[in-house]
């Protein structure tokens, strides 16, 4: 692995050992949500869009070092792809944001495949066992506003301030408060350093798998998680912190 990301840098990007570290994160979240094919080309099928979640110097960073670094990247995912042996049904996206959280600035990369692009072609996505290989309906988010928000995106924020994805009303919520990060097709929640604090069953987190029925408060927001397709993971996955 480490050979075949310095052969790409030297062409395409500075060598670096901080950007080496975000291309071997890019080839892991590509390995991960990588699906198995049901036609002659045996080769898996990487995911075309990926976000990268850096601390928000490092995007600065990035944009001096190439005003193209975006289209680097994409050109950089198209040939980690290629030389790591897997196929792609579309041109790869990348969306490189900068983190909101204040207590952990550690770079994270996201990936999933197209819609349209598993659309296009027959390919079966790896399921686990005893696992339903059918398109599930996304799950919702439930506010107590009696608003219903889809949730379909790898990372949804939640916050006061204008450019989060689901913006609440409510002066005791952070302006950026809790991210939800889509993982192996389920929810993570993630308090970003919140002022106040986020709790999910009455209990405060930092982070939590949701499960369907998980009521999450925040300020004097409530919201519940409804995914009437899922089945009941159990607990243990929560970080659950002591009150101040």
């Known amino acids: 692995m480490e050979a075949l990301i310095e052969g790409l840098f030297t062409r395409l990007l500075q060598p670096t050992t901080g950007m080496r570290d975000l291309a071997i994160l890019l080839l892991r979240a590509m390995a991960?949500?990588?699906?198995?094919?049901?036609?002659?080309?045996q080769r898996p099928i990487a995911p075309d869009r990926f976000i990268l979640i850096l601390d928000p110097d490092d995007v600065g960073r990035l944009q001096a070092l190439s005003p193209d670094y975006l289209q680097r990247f994409q050109d950089l995912l198209g040939a980690l792809a290629s030389e790591a042996g897997y196929r792609l049904l579309r041109s790869p996206s990348i969306d490189i944001r900068p983190s909101e959280a204040t207590y952990d600035q550690t770079p994270r990369a996201y990936a999933e495949h197209s819609l349209s692009a598993l659309g296009d072609t027959k390919v079966a996505p790896a399921v686990a066992a005893g696992m339903s290989s059918e398109?599930?309906?996304?799950?919702?988010?439930?506010?107590?506003?009696?608003?219903e928000i889809a949730l379909e995106e790898l990372l949804?924020?939640?916050?006061?301030?204008?450019d989060n994805d689901i913006i609440v009303d409510d002066a005791y919520a952070s302006r950026y408060h809790l991210e939800l990060r889509k993982e192996f097709g389920r929810y993570t929640l993630v308090d970003v350093g919140s002022r106040g604090g986020t709790r999910v069953n009455n209990s405060i987190v930092r982070e939590h798998i949701l499960q369907a029925g998980d009521r999450i408060e925040i300020g004097h927001t409530c919201m519940t998680f409804v995914d009437r397709a899922a089945p009941a993971f159990g607990d243990g996955t929560t970080q659950v912190l002591d009150p101040d």
């Open 135 to 147: 398109v599930r309906p996304a799950p919702i988010l439930v506010l107590d506003d009696e608003r």
């Open 32 to 41: 991960d949500e990588a699906n198995a094919a049901t036609d002659e080309d």
């Open 156 to 162: 949804i924020t939640v916050g006061r301030e204008a």
